[in-house]
């Protein structure tokens, strides 16, 4: 039934029982309670109904627009509470400068539970190859040896369910999971073409995270501009915040219980910040690969010039980017005639692209 009918409904049944209710002032308070319910239902099937519409708005909207959905979780405390208010309305903001579709979860007072509408907004995200899906978490996490959960208002969701949710999302994605022992969410979502960054380096950093609190700012301060480029990369982001957080603890005089890792070559291990010099990483993992070209190749407030490059050609140029970086890594097992011929190669045609 539309929801027009279910109003006209209600307003026939209200005009009715009015009338009879004049003739018995014992009736009015039948009338009373009666309207009270079908005001209460009428109400909330226009709650279901506008969270359907929007759903099918977002996936109208996002078609060609990168999408930011910023989540709040439960605060546990007030003083979390405002702490995180904070935090997304400076996701929000650097968002709306971006120009994004910007969504935030979590901080309306009226919805006692946010896991289905989370899970609904995110299977609502339409397919684009080259415009990605940003999704933040702001809360607390736990972590009982076995499953990682974020906390919401309501039943929390686990790694692995967001897991599942981001599958069928075919689309570039970040995660950011600013929580206390948020790491097994970067061991479950690590993925090609995905970049996943986490507070902690394990699930046994408990205690709560700041990194978040250090994050969003990073996002539009020109001091975490690193390589001068004009716009501030994901992995710029992540090694200003992870600077900041380690300046708090020392500051302090506190012992750290947290370390933020980055993941984006969907290996699963993660990279600290304190492996990088710049934007260039200069450590080596024991297994896997390093990580931070392909965050390094993300703005959420990409420059003039950057914005100008047709999505098409700043794909092609990303993967030129990939190929040098793999290219560099294998120096040492190549004669060194074969290195540059194949390098000068590659920057000839990164070159003819900035050129188009």
């Given at each position: 039934m539309s929801l027009g009918m279910k109003l006209w409904r209600a307003r026939s049944g209200l005009v009715d029982a009015a009338l009879w209710m004049m003739r018995?002032?014992?009736?009015?308070?039948?009338?009373?309670?009666?309207?009270?319910?079908?005001?209460?239902?009428?109400?909330?099937?226009?709650?279901?109904?506008?969270?359907?519409?929007?759903?099918?708005?977002?996936?109208?909207?996002?078609?060609?627009?990168?999408?930011?959905?910023?989540v709040v979780g439960a605060p546990g405390e007030a003083e979390y509470g405002s702490n995180f208010l904070r935090q997304a309305s400076q996701w929000e903001a650097a968002g709306r400068?971006?120009?994004?579709?910007?969504?935030?979860?979590?901080?309306?007072?009226?919805?006692?539970?946010?896991?289905?509408?989370?899970?609904?907004?995110?299977?609502?995200?339409?397919?684009?190859?080259?415009?990605?899906?940003?999704?933040?978490?702001?809360g607390h996490g736990t972590w009982d040896g076995k499953q990682a959960r974020f906390n919401l208002r309501g039943p929390d969701f686990t790694a692995g369910e967001l897991a599942a949710w981001l599958q069928p999302v075919r689309r570039p994605v970040v995660v950011v999971n600013t929580a206390s022992a948020s790491a097994p969410f970067l061991m479950a979502l690590a993925a090609t073409n995905r970049v996943v960054i986490t507070a902690t380096r394990s699930g046994d950093e408990l205690n709560y995270a700041r990194f978040g609190e250090h994050l969003a700012p990073a996002l539009t301060d020109p001091a975490s501009d690193l390589d001068k480029d004009g716009q501030t990369s994901l992995l710029e982001a992540f090694l200003t915040a992870s600077a900041r957080v380690a300046e708090f603890y020392k500051t302090e005089g506190r012992l750290a219980t947290e370390h933020a890792l980055v993941d984006d070559n969907g290996d699963g291990l993660g990279t600290p910040a304190d492996w990088f010099r710049g934007v260039r990483a200069v450590k080596k993992p024991k297994e896997g690969k390093l990580d931070g070209l392909r965050a390094h190749q993300i703005h959420l407030l990409p420059s003039p010039g950057e914005k100008a490059l047709p999505l098409d050609l700043r794909a092609r140029r990303d993967a030129l980017e990939a190929r040098v970086a793999e290219l560099r890594e294998a120096k040492a097992s190549l004669p060194e005639e074969d290195y540059y011929r194949q390098l000068e190669a590659i920057l000839l045609e990164l070159a003819r692209l900035q050129l188009r």
């Open positions: 018995s002032p014992r009736r009015a308070w039948w009338f009373l309670g009666m309207g009270v319910f079908l005001a209460v239902a009428v109400l909330g099937d226009m709650a279901d109904e506008a969270r359907e519409g929007g759903t099918i708005e977002v996936a109208s909207a996002a078609s060609n627009s990168p999408v930011l959905l910023v400068q971006a120009g994004v579709l910007v969504l935030t979860l979590g901080v309306d007072a009226g919805a006692p539970s946010d896991r289905d509408r989370l899970q609904r907004i995110i299977e609502s995200v339409p397919s684009n190859p080259h415009l990605p899906f940003w999704l933040v978490l702001i």
